[in-house]
């Protein structure tokens, strides 16, 4: 196990290092790292390691939701308004009826896995996008109307919208039939997550102000409470559904609008941990990409994955109608609206564990959209974002 852990960090790290220096964002060495030292091609991560990977994972995305929690501006969301709702559904929206269409001219699925596999395709990585909106908020970029925030809580929500779609759909392939209530799980979520997480955040607040102790205590003790909203999550959602990863987003955010001291001295502390974790996060990522499934893939799956994404683009547009926002800042928006990669190593497999027929066509372009999408999102993220937004220092 130790042994594989220092191969995770040694080989991220310079892989990471290597295509940062010759202008290829870090996250696709990391993500190659996973794939060649994974189970699929050098079999090099320990047992025990992939075991937890799935943990390990969450982790590391709870400290960058805290991070972008720190970073939230309640008054920059207020701001931007409707566009940030629609930008919630409306892609992800256009996106799965675009595969539903297109699955069975292309690849010949019957329309309900098409469904399935749209599902699956659909959810942006907050995991690639969230990083990227940390950094363009502290420098400065896209400030004037709040647009890393716009994708931030968008990529946020979008997740939850698309895995309510997904459970809908795979039960509805098992015998249930659809059951339209099922979709107000999505804002009674989103309710109950925000509103749990500003509960407490103020709570933490009000003790953080009573109490004197290190910054370092505090850190622990605010990772501490994110694990158990998650956990919490976990336990309720036979009975009533929770987002636990908004929970912790609005934990951070609600520590920012309260107590802004700490939260600014804190933000270093989580960037330093985010350096480990991001490496955890994409290497066991892409350790989960078994690239034996692309062995077979046609052009129909890189045709549907790239029409999917025009669908997604455009509806990305459609939600910035009538918005202050230049063309070119509504282009960027759709930019960092590309990348997948966590929920499809999530959520990949579960159609094919469950007996779904198209289980392993569904498995093979959800690791063919990782990827595709997780260097494109990226790569155009990072190389747009001077040209495509004003920065105000």
């Known amino acids: 196990m130790l042994f594989s852990l220092a191969l995770i960090l040694i080989v991220g790290f310079s892989l990471s290092g290597i295509f940062n220096r010759i202008g290829i964002p870090g996250l696709v060495g990391m993500l190659l790292s996973g794939i060649v030292l994974g189970p699929y091609v050098l079999n090099l991560i320990a047992p025990e390691i992939l075991n937890i990977s799935a943990d390990l994972r969450e982790i590391a995305l709870i400290v960058i939701l805290i991070r972008a929690g720190l970073t939230i501006d309640l008054k920059d969301l207020k701001r931007v308004g409707r566009p940030a709702v629609l930008m919630c559904f409306v892609p992800a929206t256009f996106e799965i009826a675009a ?11 019957p329309r309900l896995e098409a469904a399935i596999l749209g599902t699956v395709i659909a959810a942006v990585s907050p995991a690639v996008v969230v990083p990227r909106m940390i950094s363009l908020i502290e420098s400065g970029y896209g400030k004037t109307r709040s647009i890393p925030q716009l994708v931030m809580a968008g990529a946020s929500v979008d997740d939850i919208y698309v895995i309510v779609l997904f459970t809908t759909f795979l039960n509805m392939y098992h015998g249930s039939s659809f059951n339209g209530l099922s979709l107000l799980a999505v804002p009674i979520s989103i309710l109950l997550g925000i509103g749990l997480g500003i509960l407490l955040g103020l709570m933490l607040v009000k003790i953080f102000k009573l109490i004197h102790m290190r910054d370092t205590i505090k850190v622990l003790i605010i990772m501490s409470t994110a694990f158990l909203l998650v956990t919490f999550e976990a336990a309720v959602k036979t009975y009533v559904p929770v987002s636990g990863l908004l929970a912790v987003m609005a934990l951070g955010a609600t520590i920012l609008k309260q107590y802004d001291v700490l939260a600014k001295r804190i ?15 994409f290497v066991l990522v892409g350790a989960e990409v078994d690239i034996r499934y692309l062995a077979g893939v046609g052009i129909g799956a890189v045709l549907l994955i790239f029409g999917a994404l025009v669908f997604r683009l455009f509806g990305v547009f459609l939600s910035l109608l009538k918005t202050p926002l230049e063309p070119k800042e509504r282009l960027f928006a759709a930019i960092a609206y590309i990348p997948k990669a966590t929920v499809q190593a ?43 937004l004003e920065r105000i220092s």
């Open 99 to 109: 595969i539903t269409f297109l699955a069975p001219i292309l690849l010949g699925m």
């Open 267 to 281: 933000m270093g502390k989580f960037s330093k941990i985010w350096v480990g974790a991001e490496i955890l996060l």
């Open 346 to 388: 999530a959520i990949g497999a579960i159609p094919l564990a469950s007996g779904v027929a198209s289980g392993e066509l569904i498995l093979t372009v959800a690791v063919l959209a990782i990827v595709i999408t997780a260097p494109l999102g990226a790569i155009g993220i990072d190389k747009t974002h001077k040209k495509l």
